[in-house]
């Protein structure tokens, strides 16, 4: 079996192997050579997966393994096999050391990466791909990780439900969650992209506890679903843009030092505000225009540049007792015009 292992990344070859000694099926791995990066060591580190997935699978347990970046030890080879062996998971794979590359995780579920003392992922196509990409897979969990560049630093997308967990992710596309994916961010700092999130076609983002700082927006959202919870919008272009999509800001999120809007809604986004603090943005508070409508149930939005803090363009907004805010406006609700009906 060893002998056979060790040609595993040395050439394109068809490995079958049992792990199973009580059962007739054969697990089938093809594993396609990658020209300069076949390497001896990196074979042997192939084969201890193996065994280790094997020895999980005889025993009907959770498929762990380790990979070590600083070793040469590629997270492909080990999501691939597991891919081959285990899709539906649960697996976990725990990662160490400084890691370059862009890797797919698709068609699996239950899979988490978690970092050992910190583990980076850093993106080597130059800014053309995800640094991960997560497709058509559910509960995929990313945990403590430095993710460094990319197209996006990490992408949610194909229906997939994604959880992000205390990653430091910066300097590329951020975070973009689409075509009907879900993703659960916490304690996250996403900074220094061009976007700190992106949230589209019929997308849900959940955000607690995370910051999103020195991007160009902090969050996009078209016509998609955001959450916020204790999240902090710092020092972005716009703190939160959204085009035809639903907001909810809830207590403990601040929007603030933004170099223009706090917050611009437009093509009919509706917000409610529940707890959230909007203040000392460059431009207004929060800017409506196109059929957008804020609901404030209770927030504070003062002290913002522009000299208004709650902006309604002339274009059909609407907005619900924007006086609890504090804040200078235009906007004008007017008085109800329906009377009680007395008690019969």
Known sequence: MKANATKLLASPVAVRRDCNPNRNERTTLT??????????????????????????TQSAQATKLSVNCGRQEPIRTALRLLAATNPQGPNTITVSGACKGNIVIQSMDRLTLITNNGASLTDRS????????????RSVTLQGFAINGGATGVSCANASVCYLTGNTIQGGGGIEVGGGSRAFLESNVVQNGGRGATVEDGAQMFSSND????????????????????????????????????????????????GADGMAMRAGSTAVFQGATITGNGGNGIHL???????????????????????????????????????????????????????E
């Open 31 to 56: 594993i396609v050579g990658e020209e300069k990066a076949m390497r001896q060591s990196a074979s042997a580190f192939a084969f201890v997966l193996l065994i280790s997935i094997c020895a999980a």
């Open 126 to 137: 130059n800014g053309t791909l995800a640094v991960v990409n997560i497709v058509d897979s």
């Open 211 to 258: 910051v999103f700082q020195g991007n160009g927006q902090g969050v996009s959202a078209f016509a998609a679903y955001l959450e916020a919870s204790n999240s902090s919008f710092l020092n972005n272009g716009v703190g939160i843009l959204s085009a035809a999509s639903s907001l909810r800001l809830l207590g403990g999120t601040t929007i603030s030092g933004s």
């Open 289 to 343: 225009e196109d059929a957008s409508f804020a609901g404030f149930q209770s927030a504070t939005v003062t002290g913002n540049l522009s000299g208004v803090d709650i902006d309604c363009a002339p274009q059909f907004t609407i907005t619900r007792f924007v006086a609890r805010t504090g804040g200078i406006t235009n906007c004008v609700e007017p008085a109800s015009s329906s009377k009680s009906k007395a008690a």
